[in-house]
């Protein structure tokens, strides 16, 4: 039986001819799709991909009108999964949670169990603060130590650090003890991510600058989100053997560098995909965030909106404007 109210407040975005509407509304139970799982929705977060969803050019929504928001935590109200108990505390992402599917926006939500991952050492607070950004820096940082990566290496580049994947990439290898470099845009920022662990900071211009095919090698692994003219930078400046985790297209999509460090360095690129993951390997990961690879400082470099201030985050991501994670007070 539903435990969901007949109606309840979410953001909407809804494609008209020339625009989308954007605005809190009053939903129904009916609106939203069948699931085994019903969660009183907590905290959920502003991601770029947010931002793109509720923009008319943005080619991420795929219904309308579309719930937006890719992360959601909170209370499980009512549950078909006996792994699953009314009252756990939970989270869900990635999938086709605000995208083809309604998101975290709305005060209570139903989804397929094998979405949900049960929150252990997180709260729902800290969960959203994570997010579907701060996973992907989580599962690069994963990758880049299934790779071998190991503190002793040497310095660890993060680029876009100011933002969402970058910041939390940047507090995940800060708490474990490695030597972080953070490329970033903003001046302002540097005090912030020299408490999360970085030590060693490059501007905007030096990770985009053009450069020779293969340059001094510095970097014994990197996190990048940001793609673009940076990718090639990050790639020609490895030292051998060493790999870069892309998972993002902040600065661009298209990637335009040589084979030379994949053939003269032995250099690894190594695709991030965040969406698409089993989930016995996200629950796995996220129990892990909630223990070794739990960012430092989690939950206190937010900015909290709620579902009526909302867009000043949607807005902002896509300017760029990026600080730390917001993170959004849904009920
Ligand atoms: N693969 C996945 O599963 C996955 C999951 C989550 C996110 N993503 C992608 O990862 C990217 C970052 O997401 P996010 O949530 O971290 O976004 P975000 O919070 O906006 O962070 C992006 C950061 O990139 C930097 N940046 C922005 N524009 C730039 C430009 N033109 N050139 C160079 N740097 C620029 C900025 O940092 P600085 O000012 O500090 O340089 C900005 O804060 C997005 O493309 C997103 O779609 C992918």
Redesign the pocket.
Known sequence: MSAIPATFRAYVAERLDDRVERGVRDVNATDLEPGEVEIRVEWSSV???DG?ATRFDGKVARISPLIPGIDLAGTVVASDAPDLPVGAAVLAH?YDLGVSRHGGYAEFQRVPADWVVPLHGLTPREAAAVG??G??AA?SVAALEERGLTPADGPVLV?????????TAVAILGERGYEVW?????DT?IDRLRALGATGFLT?DE??AEGRPLESERWAGAVD??????LPYALRTLRRGAAVAS??????PKLETTVFPFILRGNALLG????VVPIDVRRQLWDRIGSDLRPRSLGANVTELTLDTLEEGLDG??A????G?WIVRVA
């Open positions: 991601n770029f991909k793109l990635g579907t950004a996973f992907t599962m680029t876009g650090a100011s933002g969402g994947v970058g910041g953070a490329a970033t845009g903003k920022e905007r990770v985009t989100a940001v793609g673009g003219a940076t998972s993002g297209n902040a600065g661009g991030i995909d965040s969406v991501i896509l760029g404007e990026a600080r994670r």
